[in-house]
Protein backbone atom coordinates (compact mmCIF):
# COMPACT_ATOMS: atom_id res chain seq x y z
CA UNK A 1 0.00 0.00 0.00
CA UNK A 2 1.34 3.17 -0.55
CA UNK A 3 0.59 5.78 1.90
CA UNK A 4 3.05 8.94 -0.14
CA UNK A 5 1.77 12.18 0.58
CA UNK A 6 0.36 12.77 -2.96
CA UNK A 7 -1.78 9.99 -2.79
CA UNK A 8 -3.50 10.43 0.12
CA UNK A 9 -5.90 13.07 -2.17
CA UNK A 10 -7.51 10.01 -3.72
CA UNK A 11 -10.89 8.71 -2.93
CA UNK A 12 -11.32 8.86 0.88
CA UNK A 13 -8.45 10.32 1.01
CA UNK A 14 -5.87 7.60 2.93
CA UNK A 15 -8.96 7.90 5.53
CA UNK A 16 -9.46 3.42 6.02
CA UNK A 17 -5.86 2.71 5.13
CA UNK A 18 -4.82 5.50 8.27
CA UNK A 19 -6.95 4.46 10.82
CA UNK A 20 -6.06 0.63 9.86
CA UNK A 21 -2.30 1.75 10.59
CA UNK A 22 -3.09 3.47 14.19
CA UNK A 23 -5.34 1.04 15.24
CA UNK A 24 -2.64 -1.69 15.36
CA UNK A 25 -1.13 -0.09 18.53
CA UNK A 26 -0.05 -1.34 22.32
CA UNK A 27 1.43 0.52 25.11
CA UNK A 28 4.92 -0.11 25.99
CA UNK A 29 4.98 1.19 29.04
CA UNK A 30 4.87 4.48 31.77
CA UNK A 31 7.99 6.10 32.80
CA UNK A 32 8.95 8.53 35.37
CA UNK A 33 13.26 8.72 34.58
CA UNK A 34 14.35 9.09 31.73
CA UNK A 35 17.22 6.42 31.93
CA UNK A 36 14.68 3.29 32.33
CA UNK A 37 13.08 4.07 28.89
CA UNK A 38 13.83 1.33 26.76
CA UNK A 39 14.90 2.09 23.26
CA UNK A 40 13.41 -0.11 20.29
CA UNK A 41 15.03 2.22 17.41
CA UNK A 42 11.84 3.06 15.76
CA UNK A 43 11.59 6.61 14.90
CA UNK A 44 9.57 8.64 17.97
CA UNK A 45 7.16 11.86 17.81
CA UNK A 46 5.75 13.06 21.31
CA UNK A 47 2.93 15.05 22.79
CA UNK A 48 3.30 17.83 24.87
CA UNK A 49 1.19 20.76 26.54
CA UNK A 50 -0.38 22.14 29.74
CA UNK A 51 -2.33 19.89 31.56
CA UNK A 52 -5.82 19.68 30.12
CA UNK A 53 -5.08 20.99 27.09
CA UNK A 54 -6.65 17.91 25.24
CA UNK A 55 -3.50 15.75 24.87
CA UNK A 56 -5.45 12.64 25.50
CA UNK A 57 -8.39 13.51 23.28
CA UNK A 58 -6.31 13.61 20.66
CA UNK A 59 -4.06 11.03 21.18
CA UNK A 60 -7.19 9.09 21.14
CA UNK A 61 -8.51 10.25 18.00
CA UNK A 62 -5.55 10.11 16.28
CA UNK A 63 -5.29 6.26 17.02
CA UNK A 64 -9.09 5.98 17.19
CA UNK A 65 -8.65 3.88 20.33
CA UNK A 66 -9.95 4.83 23.72
CA UNK A 67 -7.91 2.23 25.63
CA UNK A 68 -4.61 4.31 24.95
CA UNK A 69 -5.24 7.72 26.79
CA UNK A 70 -7.54 5.74 29.51
CA UNK A 71 -3.92 3.89 29.81
CA UNK A 72 -2.14 7.74 30.25
CA UNK A 73 -4.60 9.05 32.92
CA UNK A 74 -4.52 5.94 34.96
CA UNK A 75 -3.15 7.50 38.51
CA UNK A 76 0.29 7.09 38.45
CA UNK A 77 0.93 7.33 35.30
CA UNK A 78 -0.09 10.89 34.55
CA UNK A 79 2.91 12.55 35.48
CA UNK A 80 5.31 9.90 33.49
CA UNK A 81 6.04 9.28 30.11
CA UNK A 82 3.64 6.95 28.15
CA UNK A 83 5.24 5.17 25.57
CA UNK A 84 2.93 3.19 22.93
CA UNK A 85 3.90 1.56 19.79
CA UNK A 86 2.01 1.81 16.46
CA UNK A 87 2.18 -0.69 14.03
CA UNK A 88 5.20 -1.99 15.19
CA UNK A 89 7.02 1.22 13.19
CA UNK A 90 7.10 3.81 15.58
CA UNK A 91 6.54 4.89 18.99
CA UNK A 92 4.33 7.93 20.04
CA UNK A 93 4.49 9.62 23.19
CA UNK A 94 2.55 11.27 25.73
CA UNK A 95 4.44 13.37 28.29
CA UNK A 96 3.37 14.68 31.18
CA UNK A 97 0.86 17.66 31.52
CA UNK A 98 2.88 20.84 32.97
CA UNK A 99 1.64 24.53 34.32
CA UNK A 100 -0.88 22.03 36.56
CA UNK A 101 -2.02 24.79 39.15
CA UNK A 102 -2.99 21.97 41.95
CA UNK A 103 0.38 20.35 42.00
CA UNK A 104 3.41 21.59 44.27
CA UNK A 105 6.40 23.93 42.60
CA UNK A 106 8.80 21.38 42.84
CA UNK A 107 6.46 18.70 41.53
CA UNK A 108 6.23 21.70 38.39
CA UNK A 109 9.87 21.95 38.22
CA UNK A 110 10.39 18.40 38.38
CA UNK A 111 8.51 17.53 35.73
CA UNK A 112 9.86 20.41 33.69
CA UNK A 113 13.08 18.75 34.48
CA UNK A 114 11.82 15.35 33.26
CA UNK A 115 10.36 16.50 30.18
CA UNK A 116 13.11 18.53 29.12
CA UNK A 117 15.48 15.79 29.76
CA UNK A 118 13.81 13.71 27.74
CA UNK A 119 13.59 16.00 24.63
CA UNK A 120 16.88 16.98 24.62
CA UNK A 121 18.36 13.63 25.23
CA UNK A 122 16.13 11.43 23.17
CA UNK A 123 17.79 10.40 19.70
CA UNK A 124 15.35 8.81 17.99
CA UNK A 125 12.68 11.96 18.76
CA UNK A 126 11.85 13.29 15.37
CA UNK A 127 9.40 15.62 16.16
CA UNK A 128 7.04 17.59 19.31
CA UNK A 129 3.83 17.94 18.74
CA UNK A 130 3.03 20.98 21.10
CA UNK A 131 -0.56 21.68 22.12
CA UNK A 132 -2.00 24.78 22.56
CA UNK A 133 -5.72 25.31 23.97
CA UNK A 134 -7.13 27.48 21.00
CA UNK A 135 -9.24 29.83 23.30
CA UNK A 136 -6.14 30.20 25.37
CA UNK A 137 -3.25 30.89 23.37
CA UNK A 138 0.49 30.58 24.03
CA UNK A 139 1.44 30.89 27.90
CA UNK A 140 4.65 31.57 29.11
CA UNK A 141 5.18 27.85 30.13
CA UNK A 142 4.25 27.15 26.29
CA UNK A 143 7.30 29.19 25.51
CA UNK A 144 9.80 27.84 27.88
CA UNK A 145 8.97 24.34 26.05
CA UNK A 146 9.81 26.09 22.41
CA UNK A 147 12.94 27.04 24.13
CA UNK A 148 14.07 23.51 25.14
CA UNK A 149 13.49 21.72 21.88
CA UNK A 150 15.06 24.54 19.99
CA UNK A 151 18.22 24.60 22.28
CA UNK A 152 17.98 20.31 21.75
CA UNK A 153 17.86 21.07 18.16
CA UNK A 154 14.53 19.45 17.67
CA UNK A 155 11.73 19.86 15.12
CA UNK A 156 8.09 20.75 16.82
CA UNK A 157 4.60 21.69 15.29
CA UNK A 158 2.00 23.42 16.79
CA UNK A 159 -1.53 21.56 17.24
CA UNK A 160 -4.01 24.05 18.44
CA UNK A 161 -6.77 22.40 20.24
CA UNK A 162 -10.76 22.53 20.74
CA UNK A 163 -10.94 24.79 17.77
CA UNK A 164 -14.84 23.78 17.53
CA UNK A 165 -14.86 26.12 20.83
CA UNK A 166 -13.68 29.00 18.85
CA UNK A 167 -15.34 31.06 16.18
CA UNK A 168 -13.22 31.06 12.59
CA UNK A 169 -11.82 34.23 12.75
CA UNK A 170 -10.52 33.78 16.13
CA UNK A 171 -8.65 31.01 14.94
CA UNK A 172 -7.31 32.91 12.10
CA UNK A 173 -5.90 35.39 15.05
CA UNK A 174 -4.76 32.91 17.10
CA UNK A 175 -2.57 31.28 14.38
CA UNK A 176 -1.23 34.96 12.88
CA UNK A 177 -0.09 35.39 16.72
CA UNK A 178 1.39 32.43 16.41
CA UNK A 179 3.11 32.53 13.18
CA UNK A 180 4.89 35.80 14.55
CA UNK A 181 5.96 34.21 17.62
CA UNK A 182 7.45 31.66 15.29
CA UNK A 183 9.43 33.82 13.62
CA UNK A 184 11.93 33.53 16.67
CA UNK A 185 12.13 29.44 16.35
CA UNK A 186 12.76 29.58 12.50
CA UNK A 187 15.31 26.28 12.30
CA UNK A 188 12.45 24.47 14.41
CA UNK A 189 9.12 25.07 14.06
CA UNK A 190 7.46 23.40 11.04
CA UNK A 191 3.91 23.97 11.05
CA UNK A 192 0.60 24.52 12.82
CA UNK A 193 -2.20 22.31 12.70
CA UNK A 194 -5.61 23.55 14.04
CA UNK A 195 -8.02 21.04 15.00
CA UNK A 196 -11.28 19.50 17.53
CA UNK A 197 -10.90 15.94 18.86
CA UNK A 198 -14.43 16.27 19.47
CA UNK A 199 -15.48 16.91 15.52
CA UNK A 200 -12.73 15.01 14.28
CA UNK A 201 -10.99 18.43 12.72
CA UNK A 202 -7.65 18.40 11.01
CA UNK A 203 -6.94 14.99 12.89
CA UNK A 204 -5.99 12.83 9.61
CA UNK A 205 -3.47 15.68 8.76
CA UNK A 206 -1.51 14.88 11.98
CA UNK A 207 -1.80 11.04 11.07
CA UNK A 208 -0.44 11.62 7.99
CA UNK A 209 2.70 13.25 9.37
CA UNK A 210 3.16 10.30 12.02
CA UNK A 211 2.39 8.27 9.10
CA UNK A 212 5.55 9.81 6.75
CA UNK A 213 7.71 9.96 10.09
CA UNK A 214 7.28 6.30 10.70
CA UNK A 215 8.93 5.48 6.91
CA UNK A 216 12.00 7.23 8.47
CA UNK A 217 14.65 3.92 8.32
CA UNK A 218 14.99 2.22 12.33
CA UNK A 219 17.35 4.81 14.22
P1 LIG B 1 -5.31 16.42 28.88
O1 LIG B 1 -5.31 16.71 30.34
O2 LIG B 1 -4.41 17.35 28.13
O3 LIG B 1 -5.05 14.97 28.55
O4 LIG B 1 -6.77 16.78 28.33
P2 LIG B 1 -8.05 15.87 28.02
O5 LIG B 1 -7.91 15.18 26.70
O6 LIG B 1 -8.35 15.02 29.20
O7 LIG B 1 -9.17 17.01 27.85
C1 LIG B 1 -9.40 17.99 28.86
C2 LIG B 1 -10.83 18.48 28.72
O8 LIG B 1 -11.00 19.14 27.45
C3 LIG B 1 -11.86 17.37 28.76
O9 LIG B 1 -12.99 17.83 29.47
C4 LIG B 1 -12.20 17.12 27.30
O10 LIG B 1 -13.50 16.62 27.11
C5 LIG B 1 -12.04 18.52 26.72
N1 LIG B 1 -11.66 18.45 25.29
C6 LIG B 1 -10.64 17.76 24.75
N2 LIG B 1 -10.60 17.91 23.41
C7 LIG B 1 -11.65 18.71 23.08
C8 LIG B 1 -12.15 19.23 21.83
O11 LIG B 1 -11.65 18.98 20.73
N3 LIG B 1 -13.23 20.07 21.92
C9 LIG B 1 -13.82 20.39 23.12
N4 LIG B 1 -14.86 21.22 23.08
N5 LIG B 1 -13.39 19.89 24.29
C10 LIG B 1 -12.32 19.07 24.29
Not at 10 to 16: D, L, Q, T, V
Amino acid sequence: MDYSTKNFGKMNGGKRSLNLFFSKNNFIGSFNAIDIIPNNNKPECCFVGRSNVGKSSIINAITKSKKLAKTSKTPGRTQSINLFKINDMINIVDMPGYGYAKVSKIKREELNNLIEAYIVNRANLLQVFVLIDCKVGVKDVDIDIFDSISAAEKKFSIILTKSDKCASNFIVEQQKSIFSLMRNYNNNFLKIHSTSSNKNIGIIDIQKVIFNLSTHHEI
